[in-house]
């Protein structure tokens, strides 16, 4: 078995900061995870913006190497790049060198049939291609097993278990595993990136690996001090310790501790995130976590209406998307 650790901070913790981490701070974060032995850093998005170098969205496959060329690593950690196919012009995906070498596809299932062109556009320049079908929790079984069914047309080297709302508990989650299991090929790694709504998420890695371990190649989504779109993600510090004390790994801790230190801690007095119950309420539910961040982010209510509106929201069946208007409408019948 294959065990990888993908750190997403500059990535997903994007979500929280806009990506603006400044540049020393980006650089600090990459050369950190390598340092660490990090085995896959995913370093931002490949997408339509103008480009700005304080910020982990890329406008070209040479912006991003030229960071990467800046930081002079050493070449032991692969370096990742998320493409969003309904965010990203297919142009933008070139091949100038071989440092950044991974791409990741994330994809809404309403969005999966742009997925193929962009996939063998990638695959034809060199990159190791991955699927993130994102809201994974939306799909029924049998949704998931005909999803699977196409991404195992396309090959790719992996496919993740993507629990974007946060709502996977230890039954359902086995359930998720068993399905992807069942139904991707044996060489093929299997992706677990998971958010902290219900405070599962460094539990339920630990019952996957007593699992799977020696019979699935596995990646495990991590971010320094959970850092991901609120209330975060499983925390990279958590998973190495993890990982070295009991599956004879050896990723050096000092170096994500100086990360935290110097990057992450800062970033995480701008805007908390980390367990609240208005998060638990909308992973629990299986909304979209943009309903709990309006309602009390932006709108300023209080616990106690925000569980009545969402509990509404997942009545009507109208969770799986965020739809500012009809949340507003909601807020208006109080």
Not at 151 to 172: A, M, N, Q, R
Request: include cysteine; proline fraction near 3%.
């Amino acid at each position: 078995m294959n065990l990888k650790v993908l750190d997403c901070t500059l990535r997903d913790g994007a979500h929280v900061n806009q990506g603006r981490f400044g540049l020393a701070a980006i650089k600090n974060v990459i050369q950190s995870l390598e340092l660490a032995k990090i085995d896959i850093i995913e370093i931002g998005f490949l997408q339509d913006v103008v480009y700005d170098e304080d910020i982990v969205f890329f406008d070209s496959i040479t912006r991003a190497e030229s960071l990467i060329t800046s930081c002079n690593l050493g070449g032991n950690a692969d370096i990742s790049l998320m493409v969003r196919p309904d965010r990203c012009s297919i142009e933008r995906l070139d091949k100038v060198a071989s440092i950044v070498n991974t791409i990741r596809f994330a994809f809404y299932a309403e969005d999966f049939n742009k997925v193929p062109a962009y996939f063998h556009h990638a695959r034809a320049l060199g990159y190791k291609c991955f699927l993130n079908p994102v809201a994974i929790t939306t799909y029924s079984q049998d949704q998931i097993k005909s999803l699977l069914d196409s991404c195992t047309d396309l090959k790719p080297d992996g496919v993740s278990i993507v629990d974007t709302f946060g709502g996977s508990t230890l039954d359902s989650f086995r359930e998720l595993t068993d399905i992807f299991d069942g139904n991707l090929p044996e060489k093929s790694y299997l992706g677990i990136h998971l958010h902290e709504n219900l405070s599962l998420s460094f539990g339920l890695v630990q019952d996957y690996l007593k699992a799977y371990f020696g019979q699935r190649d596995t990646i495990i989504d991590c971010s320094l001090l959970g850092m991901g779109r609120i209330p975060g993600n499983t925390p990279t510090e958590l998973v190495v310790d993890l990982l070295n004390g009991s599956y004879d790994c050896s990723y050096d801790m000092q170096p994500i501790m100086n990360a935290i230190n110097d990057v992450i801690n800062a970033e995480m007095i701008k805007r908390r995130w980390g367990y609240s119950p208005e998060y638990m309420l909308s992973g629990s539910l299986n909304l979209h976590r943009s309903y709990a961040e309006f309602f009390v982010e932006h709108r300023g209510l209080d616990l106690k209406s925000c569980a009545v509106l969402m509990k509404i929201i997942s009545s009507e069946r109208r969770g799986a998307r965020y739809d500012e208007a009809y949340a507003i409408s909601l807020i208006e019948t109080l």
